[in-house]
């Protein structure tokens, strides 16, 4: 019984790791890229706009 013990939480944290793989595997690509890099694009654009006013005060 202790060998059952002490290999349950490896186990159980293997087999939910995998699942969170195959998750992201799976989400990748399709119809989910294009809504991905539509968030992405849009936060890297608010960020370099709320960066550029405060490099121009500061030059």
Do not use: W
């Amino acid at each position: 019984m202790d060998y059952v013990s002490a290999l349950l939480p490896p186990v159980v944290m293997a087999a939910f790791f995998i699942g969170l793989i195959r998750v992201i595997v799976k989400t990748q690509g399709g119809t989910n890229k294009a809504k991905e890099d539509a968030a992405v694009d849009a936060a890297l654009a608010r960020a370099e706009s709320t960066r550029r006013p405060a490099a121009n005060t500061e030059a």
